[in-house]
T-cell receptor, first 115, second 113 residues
Framework: GENVEQHPSTLSVQEGDSAVIKCTYSDSASNYFPWYKQELGKRPQLIIDIRSNVGEKKDQRIAVTLNKTAKHFSLHITETQPEDSAVYFCAASKNRGSTLGRLYFGRGTQLTVWP | ETGVTQTPRHLVMGMTNKKSLKCEQHLGHNAMYWYKQSAKKPLELMFVYSLEERVENNSVPSRFSPECPNSSHLFLHLHTLQPEDSALYLC????????????FGPGTRLTVT
């Protein structure tokens, strides 16, 4: 099955700085990569996703990049704010086979943004 | 409440008890999921239902028994659990299986004593 590794497990940045979280995956057939944000005591929520036919996607202060050859993808948050503090999970999925649509999650990154 | 709801939010049960977790989605989705979230571990998919049929069971112990009576409701029946089963149990739904956003419920914090 798929194996998703996520680094770092914790990340502290100063407000206004950028934050980068990296994930690698093992199954070259994976072609969908969402990122979920989970604030303390709340449910995970999708913040951005990317499909394998594009290399980068941006939505305001967040962006995701994908390198299919190297099998890694990254989340970039610019101009961080205290409300960005949360646990971020990456995931990988593919649209065929017996595991259609199943999300394989990384272990999560605790991001803390200091004011 | 709109979206995905779960009850109860907190549950403490003994190892010999039987209890059930309930999930309800108000989004008209066709796929529903149970996940287990333990500290320092990735979210673990337990069960997937698509159009009320179970499509995946990831080697989950038989002390966890899912039920999906219709596309809006999902249950997880628990019996003779172990302390290591203590975790946050999250329900999620999506429009269909595949590349669709999964909407999570608030979770049930389960403690097995």
């Amino acid at each position: 099955g798929e194996n998703v590794e996520q680094h770092p497990s914790t990340l502290s940045v100063q407000e206004g700085d950028s934050a980068v979280i990296k994930c690698t995956y093992s199954d070259s057939a994976s072609n969908y990569f969402p990122w979920y944000k989970q604030e303390l005591g709340k449910r995970p929520q999708l913040i951005i996703d990317i499909r394998s036919n594009v290399g980068e996607k941006k939505d305001q202060r967040i962006a995701v990049t994908l390198n299919k050859t190297a099998k890694h993808f990254s989340l970039h948050i610019t101009e961080t704010q205290p409300e960005d503090s949360a646990v971020y999970f990456c995931a990988a999925s593919k649209n065929r086979g017996s595991t259609l649509g199943r999300l394989y999650f990384g272990r999560g990154t605790q991001l803390t943004v200091w004011p | 409440e709109t979206g995905v709801t779960q009850t109860p939010r907190h549950l403490v049960m003994g190892m010999t008890n039987k209890k059930s977790l309930k999930c309800e989605q108000h989004l008209g989705h066709n796929a529903m999921y149970w996940y287990k979230q333990s500290a320092k571990k990735p979210l673990e998919l337990m069960f997937v239902y698509s159009l009320e049929e179970r499509v995946e069971n990831n080697s989950v112990p038989s002390r966890f028994s899912p039920e999906c009576p219709n596309s809006s409701h999902l249950f997880l029946h628990l019996h003779t659990l172990q302390p290591e089963d203590s975790a946050l149990y999250l329900c999620a739904s999506s429009q269909d299986q595949g590349f669709y956003e999964q909407y999570f419920g608030p979770g049930t914090r389960l403690t097995v004593t």
